[in-house]
Protein backbone atom coordinates (compact mmCIF):
# COMPACT_ATOMS: atom_id res chain seq x y z
CA UNK A 1 0.00 0.00 0.00
CA UNK A 2 1.25 3.67 -0.51
CA UNK A 3 0.73 6.36 1.63
CA UNK A 4 -2.39 8.35 0.71
CA UNK A 5 -4.02 11.36 3.12
CA UNK A 6 -7.28 12.54 3.86
CA UNK A 7 -7.48 16.93 4.33
CA UNK A 8 -10.40 18.34 5.35
CA UNK A 9 -11.21 21.83 4.65
CA UNK A 10 -9.78 23.46 7.61
CA UNK A 11 -6.47 22.33 7.34
CA UNK A 12 -6.81 19.16 9.26
CA UNK A 13 -4.71 16.20 7.80
CA UNK A 14 -4.57 12.77 8.84
CA UNK A 15 -2.16 9.96 7.35
CA UNK A 16 -2.80 6.70 6.08
CA UNK A 17 -2.21 4.35 3.49
CA UNK A 18 -4.39 3.89 0.36
CA UNK A 19 -6.36 0.99 -0.97
CA UNK A 20 -9.53 0.61 -3.50
CA UNK A 21 -9.10 2.75 -6.52
CA UNK A 22 -5.68 5.37 -6.67
CA UNK A 23 -7.98 8.27 -7.30
CA UNK A 24 -8.50 11.75 -5.81
CA UNK A 25 -11.72 12.60 -4.33
CA UNK A 26 -14.01 15.11 -2.70
CA UNK A 27 -17.02 14.69 -0.67
CA UNK A 28 -18.75 15.75 2.31
CA UNK A 29 -17.57 13.61 5.76
CA UNK A 30 -19.64 11.89 7.72
CA UNK A 31 -18.78 8.29 10.17
CA UNK A 32 -20.81 5.18 10.13
CA UNK A 33 -20.88 3.28 13.40
CA UNK A 34 -22.21 -0.05 12.35
CA UNK A 35 -20.61 -3.14 13.39
CA UNK A 36 -21.87 -4.75 10.00
CA UNK A 37 -22.99 -3.80 6.90
CA UNK A 38 -20.20 -2.72 5.43
CA UNK A 39 -21.72 -3.58 1.63
CA UNK A 40 -24.73 -2.45 1.97
CA UNK A 41 -23.36 1.14 3.62
CA UNK A 42 -21.04 1.68 0.67
CA UNK A 43 -23.94 1.03 -2.15
CA UNK A 44 -26.74 2.95 -0.37
CA UNK A 45 -27.34 6.04 -2.42
CA UNK A 46 -28.07 8.40 0.48
CA UNK A 47 -24.03 8.65 0.59
CA UNK A 48 -23.49 10.64 -2.76
CA UNK A 49 -21.01 12.80 -2.76
CA UNK A 50 -19.55 11.61 0.45
CA UNK A 51 -17.18 10.13 2.16
CA UNK A 52 -17.83 7.61 4.72
CA UNK A 53 -15.67 6.93 7.90
CA UNK A 54 -16.12 3.62 9.52
CA UNK A 55 -16.33 3.59 13.52
CA UNK A 56 -15.54 0.00 13.57
CA UNK A 57 -12.10 -0.92 13.52
CA UNK A 58 -12.28 -3.71 11.14
CA UNK A 59 -13.92 -3.42 7.67
CA UNK A 60 -14.25 -5.82 5.01
CA UNK A 61 -13.72 -9.09 6.72
CA UNK A 62 -15.77 -10.54 4.71
CA UNK A 63 -16.22 -10.84 0.84
CA UNK A 64 -18.52 -8.67 -1.07
CA UNK A 65 -21.51 -11.11 -1.53
CA UNK A 66 -24.18 -10.44 -5.05
CA UNK A 67 -26.96 -10.74 -2.93
CA UNK A 68 -27.02 -7.85 -0.87
CA UNK A 69 -26.49 -4.22 -3.09
CA UNK A 70 -28.38 -1.62 -2.15
CA UNK A 71 -27.66 0.25 -6.05
CA UNK A 72 -26.06 -1.45 -8.64
CA UNK A 73 -23.65 1.77 -9.51
CA UNK A 74 -22.89 2.83 -5.57
CA UNK A 75 -22.29 6.93 -5.83
CA UNK A 76 -20.20 6.98 -2.39
CA UNK A 77 -16.72 9.66 -3.41
CA UNK A 78 -14.67 7.24 -0.03
CA UNK A 79 -14.10 4.91 2.04
CA UNK A 80 -12.38 5.25 5.59
CA UNK A 81 -11.22 2.58 7.97
CA UNK A 82 -9.04 1.67 10.77
CA UNK A 83 -7.73 -2.06 9.98
CA UNK A 84 -8.63 -3.14 6.25
CA UNK A 85 -8.99 -7.19 6.52
CA UNK A 86 -6.54 -9.33 4.43
CA UNK A 87 -8.53 -11.26 3.01
CA UNK A 88 -7.79 -13.65 0.04
CA UNK A 89 -9.36 -13.09 -3.54
CA UNK A 90 -10.24 -16.97 -4.57
CA UNK A 91 -11.43 -17.78 -1.00
CA UNK A 92 -13.52 -15.29 0.14
CA UNK A 93 -15.03 -14.13 -3.26
CA UNK A 94 -14.32 -10.25 -4.53
CA UNK A 95 -12.63 -8.40 -1.07
CA UNK A 96 -13.39 -4.41 -0.28
CA UNK A 97 -10.45 -3.70 -1.96
CA UNK A 98 -10.77 -5.12 -5.27
CA UNK A 99 -14.57 -4.10 -5.11
CA UNK A 100 -13.20 -0.43 -4.91
CA UNK A 101 -10.99 -0.42 -7.45
CA UNK A 102 -13.41 -2.17 -10.09
CA UNK A 103 -15.97 0.97 -8.82
CA UNK A 104 -13.35 3.69 -9.12
CA UNK A 105 -13.70 4.49 -5.32
CA UNK A 106 -11.08 5.64 -3.21
CA UNK A 107 -10.43 3.98 0.48
CA UNK A 108 -7.42 5.10 3.54
CA UNK A 109 -6.85 2.38 5.97
CA UNK A 110 -4.57 2.50 8.77
CA UNK A 111 -5.89 6.02 10.13
CA UNK A 112 -6.85 7.11 13.42
CA UNK A 113 -10.33 6.86 12.82
CA UNK A 114 -11.20 7.80 16.58
CA UNK A 115 -9.24 10.98 16.27
CA UNK A 116 -11.08 11.81 12.87
CA UNK A 117 -14.73 11.03 14.74
CA UNK A 118 -13.99 13.62 17.53
CA UNK A 119 -12.53 16.13 14.96
CA UNK A 120 -15.70 16.12 13.22
CA UNK A 121 -17.74 15.89 16.49
CA UNK A 122 -15.44 19.19 17.89
CA UNK A 123 -16.54 20.73 14.58
CA UNK A 124 -20.06 20.50 14.81
CA UNK A 125 -20.97 21.24 11.36
CA UNK A 126 -20.96 19.75 7.83
CA UNK A 127 -17.25 19.90 6.08
CA UNK A 128 -16.13 18.79 3.10
CA UNK A 129 -12.75 16.57 2.80
CA UNK A 130 -10.95 14.76 0.20
CA UNK A 131 -8.35 12.01 -0.22
CA UNK A 132 -5.36 12.66 -1.72
CA UNK A 133 -1.82 11.44 -2.61
CA UNK A 134 0.43 14.54 -1.43
CA UNK A 135 -1.46 17.12 1.01
CA UNK A 136 0.26 20.08 -0.37
CA UNK A 137 -1.10 23.71 -1.13
CA UNK A 138 -2.25 22.66 -4.66
CA UNK A 139 -4.88 19.64 -3.04
CA UNK A 140 -6.05 22.19 -0.36
CA UNK A 141 -6.66 24.72 -3.22
CA UNK A 142 -8.64 22.33 -5.02
CA UNK A 143 -11.05 21.18 -2.15
CA UNK A 144 -11.69 24.67 -1.17
CA UNK A 145 -12.99 25.58 -4.65
CA UNK A 146 -15.34 21.99 -5.33
CA UNK A 147 -18.59 23.16 -4.87
CA UNK A 148 -20.63 19.91 -3.59
CA UNK A 149 -23.56 19.44 -5.96
CA UNK A 150 -26.83 19.96 -4.14
CA UNK A 151 -28.81 17.52 -6.65
CA UNK A 152 -28.15 14.32 -5.27
CA UNK A 153 -31.74 12.70 -6.17
CA UNK A 154 -31.35 13.98 -9.78
CA UNK A 155 -28.09 11.78 -10.00
CA UNK A 156 -28.85 8.99 -8.69
CA UNK A 157 -33.06 8.44 -9.37
CA UNK A 158 -34.10 6.72 -12.06
CA UNK A 159 -35.23 8.71 -14.84
CA UNK A 160 -37.42 6.22 -16.10
CA UNK A 161 -40.14 3.72 -14.83
CA UNK A 162 -39.48 0.28 -14.39
CA UNK A 163 -41.38 -2.67 -13.17
CA UNK A 164 -40.46 -5.36 -10.43
CA UNK A 165 -43.03 -7.25 -11.43
CA UNK A 166 -45.13 -10.19 -8.68
CA UNK A 167 -49.00 -11.31 -8.32
CA UNK A 168 -49.83 -9.37 -5.50
CA UNK A 169 -50.79 -5.52 -4.56
CA UNK A 170 -50.19 -2.58 -7.22
CA UNK A 171 -47.32 -0.74 -5.26
CA UNK A 172 -45.92 2.56 -7.15
CA UNK A 173 -42.13 3.48 -5.63
CA UNK A 174 -41.18 6.95 -6.20
CA UNK A 175 -37.52 6.87 -6.27
CA UNK A 176 -35.29 9.47 -4.52
CA UNK A 177 -32.63 7.78 -4.10
CA UNK A 178 -33.90 4.00 -4.01
CA UNK A 179 -32.33 0.83 -1.81
CA UNK A 180 -32.65 -2.21 -2.54
CA UNK A 181 -33.75 -3.40 0.45
CA UNK A 182 -37.45 -1.75 0.26
CA UNK A 183 -37.80 -3.63 -3.24
CA UNK A 184 -37.07 -6.98 -1.31
CA UNK A 185 -39.54 -6.12 1.40
CA UNK A 186 -42.31 -5.35 -1.15
CA UNK A 187 -41.17 -8.83 -2.78
CA UNK A 188 -41.52 -10.59 0.05
CA UNK A 189 -44.84 -9.73 0.50
CA UNK A 190 -45.88 -10.21 -3.60
CA UNK A 191 -46.48 -6.97 -4.38
CA UNK A 192 -46.34 -5.77 -7.88
CA UNK A 193 -43.92 -3.07 -7.79
CA UNK A 194 -43.86 0.34 -10.34
CA UNK A 195 -40.42 2.20 -9.78
CA UNK A 196 -41.56 5.89 -11.18
CA UNK A 197 -38.90 8.65 -11.13
CA UNK A 198 -38.93 11.57 -8.57
CA UNK A 199 -40.17 14.05 -10.94
CA UNK A 200 -43.56 11.54 -11.67
CA UNK A 201 -47.06 13.69 -11.66
CA UNK A 202 -50.08 13.17 -9.99
CA UNK A 203 -51.53 11.96 -12.95
CA UNK A 204 -48.51 9.38 -13.64
CA UNK A 205 -48.74 7.34 -10.51
CA UNK A 206 -52.79 7.29 -10.61
CA UNK A 207 -53.17 6.10 -14.01
CA UNK A 208 -51.65 2.94 -12.31
CA UNK A 209 -54.23 2.81 -10.33
CA UNK A 210 -52.33 1.70 -7.56
CA UNK A 211 -53.12 0.49 -4.09
CA UNK A 212 -50.49 2.15 -2.33
CA UNK A 213 -47.56 4.24 -2.81
CA UNK A 214 -44.06 3.90 -1.37
CA UNK A 215 -41.47 7.24 -0.86
CA UNK A 216 -38.35 5.88 -1.07
CA UNK A 217 -35.06 7.27 0.60
CA UNK A 218 -32.53 9.16 -0.68
CA UNK A 219 -29.63 11.84 -0.22
CA UNK A 220 -29.40 15.59 0.12
CA UNK A 221 -31.66 18.47 1.36
CA UNK A 222 -35.08 17.50 0.89
CA UNK A 223 -35.81 21.41 0.72
CA UNK A 224 -33.46 21.28 -2.69
CA UNK A 225 -36.23 19.24 -4.34
CA UNK A 226 -39.01 21.17 -6.34
CA UNK A 227 -42.23 22.69 -4.94
CA UNK A 228 -44.16 20.85 -7.41
CA UNK A 229 -43.47 17.21 -5.99
CA UNK A 230 -44.68 18.53 -2.01
CA UNK A 231 -47.94 19.32 -4.40
CA UNK A 232 -48.05 15.62 -5.92
CA UNK A 233 -47.43 13.90 -2.41
CA UNK A 234 -50.49 16.48 -1.01
CA UNK A 235 -52.67 15.52 -3.73
CA UNK A 236 -51.55 11.45 -3.42
CA UNK A 237 -52.06 11.07 0.48
CA UNK A 238 -55.64 12.04 -0.19
CA UNK A 239 -56.32 9.00 -2.64
CA UNK A 240 -53.97 6.64 -1.84
CA UNK A 241 -52.23 4.65 0.73
CA UNK A 242 -48.89 6.19 1.38
CA UNK A 243 -45.45 4.87 3.61
CA UNK A 244 -42.54 7.57 2.91
CA UNK A 245 -39.15 6.26 4.43
CA UNK A 246 -36.03 8.15 4.99
CA UNK A 247 -35.64 11.57 2.70
CA UNK A 248 -39.65 10.19 1.92
CA UNK A 249 -40.53 10.81 5.53
CA UNK A 250 -38.65 14.24 5.55
CA UNK A 251 -40.46 15.53 1.75
CA UNK A 252 -43.92 13.90 3.17
CA UNK A 253 -43.35 16.13 6.89
CA UNK A 254 -43.02 19.18 4.45
CA UNK A 255 -45.68 18.54 2.57
CA UNK A 256 -47.84 18.68 5.77
CA UNK A 257 -46.34 21.54 6.62
CA UNK A 258 -43.16 20.45 8.98
CA UNK A 259 -39.82 22.15 8.69
CA UNK A 260 -36.67 20.60 8.54
CA UNK A 261 -33.57 21.39 10.00
CA UNK A 262 -29.71 20.08 9.69
CA UNK A 263 -28.02 17.90 12.13
CA UNK A 264 -25.15 19.25 13.68
CA UNK A 265 -23.42 15.92 13.61
CA UNK A 266 -25.74 13.21 11.11
CA UNK A 267 -26.76 10.02 12.46
CA UNK A 268 -25.28 7.17 10.85
CA UNK A 269 -25.32 3.66 12.28
CA UNK A 270 -27.70 1.00 13.49
CA UNK A 271 -27.50 1.26 17.20
CA UNK A 272 -29.88 3.90 17.52
CA UNK A 273 -32.77 3.21 20.27
CA UNK A 274 -36.11 4.46 19.36
CA UNK A 275 -39.38 4.53 20.92
CA UNK A 276 -42.67 4.04 19.97
CA UNK A 277 -44.84 6.35 21.06
CA UNK A 278 -48.42 4.54 21.54
CA UNK A 279 -46.73 1.59 22.96
CA UNK A 280 -43.52 2.71 25.05
CA UNK A 281 -41.92 0.02 23.17
CA UNK A 282 -37.89 0.42 22.13
CA UNK A 283 -36.80 -0.99 18.80
CA UNK A 284 -32.92 -0.66 17.19
CA UNK A 285 -32.91 0.69 14.08
CA UNK A 286 -30.36 1.65 11.23
CA UNK A 287 -30.73 5.40 10.66
CA UNK A 288 -28.60 7.58 7.86
CA UNK A 289 -29.60 11.02 7.86
CA UNK A 290 -28.39 14.52 7.54
CA UNK A 291 -31.91 16.37 8.53
CA UNK A 292 -34.73 16.00 10.86
CA UNK A 293 -37.90 17.69 11.51
CA UNK A 294 -38.50 20.24 13.80
CA UNK A 295 -40.63 18.95 16.60
CA UNK A 296 -42.50 22.64 17.14
CA UNK A 297 -43.52 22.82 13.33
CA UNK A 298 -45.09 19.48 13.54
CA UNK A 299 -48.65 20.37 13.02
CA UNK A 300 -50.93 18.68 15.57
CA UNK A 301 -53.92 19.08 13.87
CA UNK A 302 -52.55 17.30 10.40
CA UNK A 303 -50.34 14.92 11.82
CA UNK A 304 -48.76 12.86 15.37
CA UNK A 305 -45.80 11.75 16.59
CA UNK A 306 -45.26 8.12 15.95
CA UNK A 307 -41.37 7.21 17.00
CA UNK A 308 -39.01 9.83 18.50
CA UNK A 309 -35.07 8.63 18.87
CA UNK A 310 -34.17 7.96 22.43
CA UNK A 311 -30.64 10.22 22.24
CA UNK A 312 -32.16 13.35 21.17
CA UNK A 313 -35.35 13.30 20.62
CA UNK A 314 -35.69 13.68 17.09
CA UNK A 315 -38.68 13.03 15.36
CA UNK A 316 -38.99 9.45 13.71
CA UNK A 317 -42.42 9.12 12.42
CA UNK A 318 -45.58 10.57 11.26
CA UNK A 319 -48.64 9.33 10.75
CA UNK A 320 -51.36 11.40 8.94
CA UNK A 321 -54.74 11.76 11.14
CA UNK A 322 -57.14 12.10 8.23
CA UNK A 323 -55.40 10.29 5.39
CA UNK A 324 -53.76 6.23 5.19
CA UNK A 325 -50.08 7.51 4.79
CA UNK A 326 -47.69 7.60 7.53
CA UNK A 327 -43.85 7.68 7.47
CA UNK A 328 -39.93 6.63 9.42
CA UNK A 329 -37.05 8.09 9.45
CA UNK A 330 -35.18 5.28 9.64
CA UNK A 331 -34.50 2.29 7.26
CA UNK A 332 -37.37 -0.29 8.50
CA UNK A 333 -36.19 -2.71 5.40
CA UNK A 334 -33.08 -3.87 8.23
CA UNK A 335 -30.36 -3.69 5.18
CA UNK A 336 -28.47 -3.51 6.97
CA UNK A 337 -29.95 -4.30 10.40
CA UNK A 338 -31.43 -4.35 12.72
CA UNK A 339 -34.73 -5.98 11.07
CA UNK A 340 -37.01 -5.62 13.87
CA UNK A 341 -38.77 -2.67 12.56
CA UNK A 342 -39.81 -4.58 9.23
CA UNK A 343 -43.25 -5.23 10.27
CA UNK A 344 -43.94 -1.64 9.26
CA UNK A 345 -44.42 -3.01 5.74
CA UNK A 346 -46.83 -5.58 7.30
CA UNK A 347 -48.80 -2.28 8.65
CA UNK A 348 -48.70 -0.84 4.79
CA UNK A 349 -49.86 -4.16 3.29
CA UNK A 350 -52.90 -3.98 5.89
CA UNK A 351 -53.20 -0.10 5.42
CA UNK A 352 -54.03 -1.31 1.70
CA UNK A 353 -56.08 -4.12 2.57
CA UNK A 354 -58.69 -1.94 4.79
CA UNK A 355 -58.84 0.25 1.93
CA UNK A 356 -59.74 -2.21 -0.14
CA UNK A 357 -62.32 -3.94 1.81
CA UNK A 358 -63.72 -0.32 2.18
CA UNK A 359 -64.74 0.16 -1.06
CA UNK A 360 -66.60 -3.10 -1.29
Known amino acids: MTA ?17 APA ?3 GEMVFNTSMTGYQEIITNQIYHNQIVVFTNPNIGNYGIQRNIYESIVPSIKGVVCRNLAPLKERRHGTTLDQYLKQMNIPGVTNVDTRAIVRHLRKVGQPMKGSIVPVPDDHAF ?3 HATVLTNQQVAQVATPKPFPNPDIGRSVVVIDF ?17 TVLPYTASVDDILRLDPDGVVLSSGPGNPESLKRSVLE ?11 FAIGLGHELFALANGCKVERLAT ?5 NHPIREIITDHIVFAFQGE ?21 LDGTVQ ?22 DETNNLFDEFMDIMKQREEGWR
Do not use: W
Open 24 to 26: VTF
Open 290 to 310: GYVIRRNSVDRSQLFITYVDM
Open 266 to 270: EHHGM
Open 232 to 242: MIRQVEAKVPM
Open 177 to 193: GLKNGILRELSRRKCNV
Open 317 to 338: GLRHRHYPAFSVQFFPDGAPGP
Open 141 to 143: DQL
Open 4 to 20: RYLIFEDGSIFEGEGFG
